[in-house]
């Protein structure tokens, strides 16, 4: 008998109380605390499943739930989770206003502090990571800073709190512990330390074991060593057990650099209508992968533009600024290209992607030495940049 994996487990174990609590939870008279696990159940089951159709149901469970019990604070906060996760932004501090003292707990400004990361104020997202920490240095706020400091180029001081973070768990936690190695992965990958993140894959999996997003990980890995037939079994089997369009779309992709472009061709369709049929349910979540889809798979810059401007209403930061660039160079506007590249180069972000791109984009406009400066400044960060990787 194959001994169970620690994400099966959980994810038994979660299973377990959403089914002894289904019928109960959201039945007056009800008890706050079974209201309360029961809405937490169906949250962690979403996550944990990485099913963006269950997500999206969480949220009238959770609406349920706040109007059953009398004091819904921590469950205002569970539906501001949910909407940061479907990047339903500007329900966020809705949310977060809805209960009396949530906006100004630590972990209220732990959330507002992503908040005015996704929305492009840095000075402002950094300084709330670094109050939310001193007020409460949780591992997950050590975390968030040290996110921060990924996406705009420190390195160092990024591994360093991802470290900081560790520490700071406890020995149960080794989900988190997973995740965590996770980032250092993807932090040593974006440099083009391919042992360093393949050792950080591997402490991911004995800490959590069995967890599809580990795999999903280090098949990425696979395919940026060249390993590909390896990577495409490992993502073949990660797609056996999760049905996510994203990791559709980095399978197809992978396909396509192997030349298998028959085989490719279904996995990718599929990606497209899943990020497609999550907008037809309103969910805006996947218009940044429509934009890469577009741009990098179909190579369709119009339609690239059109959910690019959408997204960038929605959160205008370096991202969406550099997608919306790339998208205007995909359909022949150079100079607004370089304009909107500009802009997300302006923020201090760094990146060896973000680098490449607007190499590409100012030598289509004609700043040759620039272009040149920027496509030497991706090659330090990562020598290995032009291999295969996923958009995220």
Do not use: C
């Not at 979660?14 to 609590?21: F, G, M």
């Not at 109050?131 to 968030?144: K, L, S």
């Amino acid at each position: 008998m194959t001994e169970k994996t620690d994400y099966q487990t959980e994810l038994e174990r979660i299973e377990k109380d959403i089914a002894e609590l289904a019928t109960i939870a959201l039945v007056p008279p009800t008890d706050t605390e079974k209201v309360t696990k029961y809405v937490h159940s169906v949250y962690q089951h979403a996550v944990h499943t990485g099913n963006l159709v269950e997500l999206e149901a969480a949220a009238p469970v959770i609406d349920e739930g706040i109007k059953l019990i009398r004091f819904p604070g921590d469950l205002y906060f569970l539906k501001a989770n949910l909407a940061f996760k479907l990047h339903r932004l500007a329900d966020v501090r809705r949310n977060l206003s809805a209960a009396p003292g949530l906006l100004h707990s630590a972990e209220g400004g732990a959330l507002l502090a992503d908040l005015d990361f996704q929305e492009g104020r840095y000075g402002q997202a950094k300084q709330g990571y670094l109050d939310t920490i001193e007020r409460n240095r949780t591992w997950d706020n050590v975390a968030r800073l040290a996110h921060f400091e990924f996406k705009m180029g420190d390195s160092d001081t990024a591994d360093r709190l991802f470290e900081e973070a560790e520490d700071e768990l406890t020995a149960k936690e080794m989900r988190s512990y997973a995740w965590l190695e996770l980032q250092r992965g993807l932090l040593d990958l974006a440099h083009g330390r391919h042992d360093e993140a393949g050792a950080h894959y591997q402490r991911a999996e004995r800490a959590y074991s069995g967890h599809w997003l580990t795999a999903e990980h280090q098949a990425e890995l696979l395919g940026a060593r060249g390993h590909y037939a390896e990577a495409a079994a490992l993502y073949d089997a990660v797609l056996q057990r999760v049905n996510k369009p994203e990791i559709q779309q980095a399978f197809g992709e992978l396909l396509m650099v192997m030349g298998e472009h028959e085989r490719a061709a279904p996995w990718l369709d599929k990606a497209l209508a899943g990020y497609l049929d999550a907008g037809r349910r309103g969910g805006v979540h996947y218009f940044h992968h429509l934009v890469d889809y577009y741009a990098d798979v179909n190579k369709d810059g119009a339609e690239a533009v059109k959910w690019a401007r959408m997204d960038i209403a929605l959160r205008d930061n370096f991202a969406t600024q550099a997608a919306l660039a790339w998208a205007l160079y995909r359909k022949g506007q150079f100079s607004e290209a370089l304009a909107f590249m500009s802009q997300a180069l302006a923020s201090g972000a760094k990146s060896a992607h973000l680098f490449s791109q607007a190499a590409t984009i100012y030598r289509a406009a004609g700043r040759v030495p620039d272009a040149e400066r920027y496509a030497q400044a991706a090659a330090e960060i990562n020598p290995r940049h032009r291999s295969f990787h996923v958009h995220r």
